[in-house]
């Protein structure tokens, strides 16, 4: 089955742990990107790649890294999450080099900074 | 202004209702439109692109009015299935490459 997968589906953890969300997409596509979703807030995003080893910021970087080192995946890395960062993030993929097209998004990642 | 502006809502209607939501984008230059649907807690898929002739997909009208710089959801006959959150999607091309910019979304919930 075509799909976006993330791990963890939610996390609590504290100020100052380093965490990573994994996501993964078995699509063959070349692009990807990360979203956070707020509250009364469209998604915004954080990071996207257009292809293997290339990444770049999006809207919302700051307190945020990935990489991009298999065309599958793209990890969504927090050095030091603060409350702030509580946050849906979602990951998705597009068979396009841009997001100007149809994303394809994974279940989300709920995210509680205590 | 925010760059992509929905009523939140939420619109609350019966079964069989015929609902329509706006959206108004800022950015003159985009080109392409989308309308996504978001059921709760789930991810966001595509439920339909927006032409600028119009389109429909069974019941389910979308528009677009470049003048203007809206983009039109009609939903006829509601079903308790159509109850989400419906957002409104546009290309936005920026620092040499395009992007979407999502709105906070509009909710729907249809009651029997």
């Known amino acids: 089955e075509a799909q976006v997968t993330q791990n963890p589906r939610y996390l609590i953890t504290v100020t100052g742990k380093k965490l990573t969300v994994t996501c993964s997409q078995n699509?063959?596509?070349?692009?990807m990107s990360w979203y956070r979703q707020d509250p009364g807030l469209g998604l915004r995003q954080i990071y996207y790649?257009?292809?293997?080893?290339?990444?770049d910021k999006g809207d919302v970087p700051e307190g945020y890294k990935v990489s991009r080192k298999e065309k599958r995946n793209f990890p969504l890395i927090l050095e030091s999450p603060s409350p702030n960062q509580t946050s849906l993030y979602f990951c998705a993929s597009s068979p396009e080099r841009e997001a100007a097209y149809e994303q394809y998004f994974g279940p989300g990642t709920r995210l509680t900074v205590t | 202004r925010k760059e992509v502006e929905q009523d939140p809502g939420p619109f609350n209607v019966p079964e069989g209702a015929t609902v329509a939501f706006n959206c108004t984008y800022s950015n003159s230059a985009s080109q392409s439109f989308f309308w996504y649907r978001q059921d709760c807690r789930k991810e966001p898929k595509l439920l339909m692109s927006?032409?600028?002739s119009g389109n429909e997909d069974g019941r389910f009208t979308a528009q677009l009015n470049r003048a203007s710089q809206y983009i039109s959801l009609l939903i006829r006959d509601s079903k308790l299935s159509d109850s989400a959150t419906y957002l409104c999607?546009?290309?936005?091309?920026?620092?040499?490459?395009?992007?979407?910019?999502f709105g906070a979304g509009t909710r729907l919930a249809v009651h029997p």
């Open positions: 790649s257009m292809n293997v080893e290339v990444t």
């Open positions: 999607v546009v290309n936005w091309f920026s620092g040499g490459y395009n992007k979407l910019i």
């Open positions: 699509m063959n596509h070349e692009y």
């Open positions: 927006v032409y600028s």
